[in-house]
């Protein structure tokens, strides 16, 4: 009871950071964790007519069909080949320019640099897509353009070549997000105590050994976190990327999971079966989350 009672009173005292915090519980409640019960599709044969109560039971038949499709393991192998090239190239950047950019002395130059890094985050896929687009486009592209002002043969089509369309993927985003990445790491920084430096530089320590022994491991923690964040994604690719850039003439490179759910289950209407993909999907990125997790702690008290 008085364990209770000091519940209660703290509840009582804090209210109205409570009540901040309600309409966020709420959206939370009505857009992330209500839908969750339409993911019992994927064990029925849906009929949008009948509803979801409505339609028959079909057990795993939905799971079975999709293991044994001839496009399972070609979109499966794409999400994650694609994320790991994402994961590799993407993810190392913002760290890299963040220990750059604070070594940096001159305040102008270094905010010069932060914004011009920044602004892509703010576009769509859609306008980013459009500058691919006209940079690769082997007709009026702007190659296209500078290989015949110097009177060279330009007739590749990049985005419809199986060989560069992921290296256009990853390049592409690096450039989108390796300034957002950036800010996050840098703030990061700011809470590195100044008396490590100062005693370093009393040691006769150089920039590049204060970073490696220094900062870097000051920024791990946070590191970690946005890679657990990061692997919990392996199996979700960036849709409005790939929906924006693909083709048919690259689905055997380009096509993932979400983008083989949007053909079947909106162009389709094959819906069970994409929300049995879908379920399967989230499963695999659960699990990623948790091993990811653990392995972070494990390394957390033997190395941080």
Do not use: C
Not at 164 to 185: D, E, H, K, P
């Amino acid at each position: 009871m008085i364990v209770k009672s000091k519940t209660l009173k703290t509840l009582y005292a804090q209210r109205h950071l409570y009540l901040l915090l309600l309409p966020a519980f709420v959206i939370l409640a009505l857009f992330s964790y209500q839908p969750m019960y339409g993911a019992i599709i994927a064990f029925k044969n849906y009929n949008p007519m009948l509803g979801i109560w409505g339609s028959k039971w079909a057990g795993f038949t939905q799971f079975t069909k999709l293991f044994n499709s001839i496009f399972f393991w070609r979109v499966i192998s794409n999400t994650v080949l694609i994320s790991l090239y994402h994961l590799a190239w993407g993810f190392p950047m913002p760290i890299i320019l963040a220990l750059l950019l604070n070594e940096i002395a001159n305040n102008k130059v270094k905010r010069v640099v932060q914004t011009v890094t920044y602004l892509p985050h703010f576009l769509s896929w859609v306008i980013i897509g459009g500058f691919v687009f006209n940079l690769l486009s082997p007709s009026q592209g702007v190659l296209a353009g500078v290989a015949k002002l110097a009177g060279l043969r330009y007739d590749a089509a990049p985005l419809a070549d199986p060989r560069y369309f992921r290296t256009i993927l990853v390049a592409s985003s690096i450039w989108q997000n390796i300034g957002w990445g950036t800010i996050l790491f840098l703030a990061a920084i700011t809470g590195i105590d100044p008396e490590l430096y100062d005693a370093a530089d009393i040691d006769g320590a150089g920039r590049f050994t204060k970073m490696l022994n220094i900062t870097l491991p000051g920024i791990m923690p946070t590191i970690a976190t946005l890679l657990i964040l990061r692997m919990g994604g392996i199996m979700s690719s960036n849709f409005e990327q790939i929906f924006v850039l693909y083709s048919p003439s690259v689905y055997s490179v380009g096509d993932v999971i979400s983008t083989y759910v949007y053909r079947e289950g909106i162009g389709r209407a094959n819906f069970s079966y994409t929300t049995a993909m879908d379920l399967f999907r989230s499963v695999i990125n659960f699990g990623l989350i948790v091993i990811t997790n653990r392995i972070s702690r494990a390394l957390g008290r033997s190395m941080w």
